[in-house]
């Protein structure tokens, strides 16, 4: 069964830390690229972070500087570390896997970040 599961959300005060973990399962997970969204309340969901099979890594410029995500292949997991969080970070964090015109979702995360 196909299946990425984040974790690692919760409530932070801005200008803390983070880090969000997805683990994926039932697929070969070295041949997939992953990245990371956000939906806030009202909000369409926005990429923040791309990581290709091979280690490339693209970022929105909301995240720049302050976001890395990362990938072991060993562990079958992508990260999210989020550093110097904002209110305006806030939102449900969801992880997907695409390969070859095939994506898969997690069922999401929930970050607040306050004030």
């Known amino acids: 069964q196909v299946q990425l599961a984040e974790s690692g959300g919760g409530l932070v005060q801005a200008g803390g830390s983070l880090r969000l973990s997805c683990a994926a399962s039932g697929i070969i997970f070295s041949r997939y690229n992953m990245g990371w969204f956000r939906q806030a309340p009202g909000k369409q969901r926005d990429l923040v972070a791309a990581?290709?099979?091979?280690?490339?890594?693209n970022y929105a410029d909301s995240v720049k500087g302050r976001f890395t995500i990362s990938r072991d292949n060993a562990k079958n997991t992508v990260y999210l570390q989020m550093n110097s969080v904002k209110p305006q970070d806030t939102a449900v964090y969801y992880c997907r896997g695409g390969y070859s015109g095939t994506y898969v979702w997690g069922q999401g995360t929930q970050v607040t970040v306050s004030s």
């Open positions: 990581i290709t099979s091979g280690g490339s890594t």
